[in-house]
């Protein structure tokens, strides 16, 4: 937990507040970063990346949002950053609906944390990307275009793709019976049932 | 969500189960959000440490002076005095020339 009076020390740019915020801190920003782009080095790269974006926006951070939801914000966007220098900017903006290596067992219920992984790890960066911020971190539709320079059109596009492939990544394709239009409808119904 | 929707849904068994899996996938990205992938040995050191070596100390107090609402209400004192004066001064310019001409004109 970080105490207010530890935020104001770190605004008048007291390093050694500034090194207790990152210890507190820096395992969960660690933890986002590694969730979006997928591979632990690089997400040092990224989390070094957002703290230095911390440590520049401090002094203007002013608590109107909750100090996790702002660090947050940072690491996705310095993610995303990190991906276009990386080349992987045409991930990010295309829309693969290409083929993913579905695998041949069906997974059993419930799904754990591990086996969510890698499914996500498997997924187009674009679509693990949205997917992530949304159902992992709860960003909102608005935040997710906006880290992204996409439109919120584009964005809700995505994550619908994406929570499809990803339910195909653990399940498998659903079984074709001729009720596609109900289908396409579920991935929205099972997110309004989870959070409502 | 219409009826005849969740009346299929009670009624597919088919469709109930996909529902039930997205459900479960949702959860499961959702347990993620909590979960903590615990970083490499030194990490927040390091990280620490390469911020404060890439800035200067004097730039993130001129940052936060920047940004201190009391700076800026007395940058704001400041500027009301210095342009009060400059009024207070050309009004007394003002009457002072016009003393001059009275005087020059009774002369």
């Known amino acids: ?196 | 969500m219409a009826d005849g929707f969740e009346v299929h849904l009670a009624t597919c068994p088919e469709c109930a189960r996909e529902l039930a899996r997205y459900r479960e996938v949702l959860a499961a990205v959702g347990s993620l959000g909590d979960a903590v992938e615990e970083p490499p040995r030194g990490f927040a050191e390091r990280t620490a440490a390469h911020v404060l070596s890439s800035e200067r100390p004097w730039v993130g107090r001129v940052r936060w002076l920047a940004n201190d609402r009391r700076m800026h209400v007395a940058a704001a004192s400041v500027g009301g005095a210095i342009v009060g004066a400059g009024v207070l001064g050309l009004l007394w310019r003002r009457a002072a020339r016009r003393e001059l001409v009275r005087t020059g004109e009774a002369v």
């Open chain 1, 1 to 196: 937990m970080v105490s207010r009076e530890l935020l104001d020390r770190c605004r008048r740019g007291e390093p050694a507040a500034f090194e207790e915020l990152v210890r507190l801190t820096h395992r969960r920003v660690f933890t986002l970063a590694y969730r979006l782009v997928g591979d632990r080095h690089e997400a040092e790269d990224v989390a070094q990346d957002a703290y230095l974006r911390v440590y520049r926006g401090l002094p203007g951070f002013r608590g109107d949002s909750s100090l996790d939801t702002w660090l947050y914000r940072i690491t996705a966007n310095a993610a995303v950053s990190h991906l276009r220098r990386r080349g992987r900017f045409g991930d990010l903006l295309a829309d693969p609906d290409d083929v993913v290596d579905v695998p041949d067992e069906v997974g059993a219920d419930p799904v754990d944390k591990d086996e969510i992984q890698r499914a996500l790890v498997a997924l187009p960066v674009a679509q693990r990307t949205v997917l992530v911020m949304r159902d992992a971190y709860g960003f909102s539709i608005a935040e997710i275009a906006d880290a992204m320079g996409l439109t919120e059109g584009a964005v809700k596009v995505r994550i619908h793709r994406a929570r499809r492939r990803l339910k195909e990544l653990v399940y498998g394709p659903a079984a074709p019976h001729g009720h596609d239009e109900v289908g396409e409808r579920l991935p929205e119904l099972a997110e309004e049932r989870s959070r409502g």
